[in-house]
């Protein structure tokens, strides 16, 4: 917070002029970070002179800003380099961070122009604009208020070995914060979402667990989103072996940027590889292991929308009967895991989700 603070004021320009009024140099101010009776040992040339004009940076404490503390906020994500996260931001501490100033001069004019180079712009306060380093996206405005008084020393009395020099010291007060460390990984997407509807205003979500559902059959309905893909009937169900290219629509919901569709069954014994997609992701590999298939490339199928596929399928040597698998970033769903019976009646038998291949 500090090199912010130096950052934003350390461009001041002293000029220097002639008997007419006319600039014939310029000095740019030099803002160190110590206290002054550090900078007025250290700031010394090799013939003892004090190189003047300088302004001196130094910490004069931290505190809490109980103001800004609303209640206890959880905190905030972000979002990070790796999309299949969304790093937790833990809420930061507001403190209030005093700064004080030493602008030492040998000049009273040099003095001047310092002070209506800088405070001028406080009124009532300057903000500055700043990032965490490691979060994207993520401004943070702090505001820097000057405490309003400068205390000047005139040099009244000097021995003969010590430089003249004007002295002014004042203070300001930085609202910052102050971050927990940030977690590597933080939460994952949201890919399920679980809502329970119940006519009794009393039953609310904290209790309404599976053994009390139960006891409500009859007032009470659970409806889950999901973000896996969940295909759910198949037009035409049924081809020949003999066919070179059979095209069949997939129809079912949650088609979000599919990654990959795969065809399953005995017709493809012989040809099919074993696919683990999310063998990485502990909690998605328990949900959906692997299993035997063939990819279909990704120019024979097809998303028309976030209900539809067109599917080209693989050719295959005998009868039997084809599911069909799709993934995206959620997890996979099979064709006969989710077709049901209350599809249109053309889907009978073959209402189990599977592709009949007749010779």
Known sequence: MFTMFIAALDDIVVKRYNKDKVAQDQIQCRFVYAPKQRVLLDLLDKAQNLQLPVVAISNGGIARDV??????????????NNKLFAPALPQPIPVDLTINMSILTRYQEDYDQILTNLFPYFDPYIEISWRIPGVNDYEIRSKVMWSGNIATQYPTELQGSQTARVQGDTSFTLQGWLFKHIPDDGDRKIFNITVDYSTLPQLTTQYSLNYLLSAYPNTTDRYTLSGHPQPKSVYPYTTLVSNTSSVVNLKGKSFFNITNVYVSGSPLSGSSTFYNPFSGYPRLSALYPGFNAIQVPTPAFNTDNDTNIT?????????GYLDVIVQNEAGYGTLTQYASASYPAYNYPYNKGIIAINL
């Open 67 to 80: 103001n800004r503390v609303f209640n206890k906020i959880a905190g905030s994500h972000f979002t990070g």
């Open 311 to 319: 599917l080209t399928l693989p050719r295959t040597n005998k009868a």
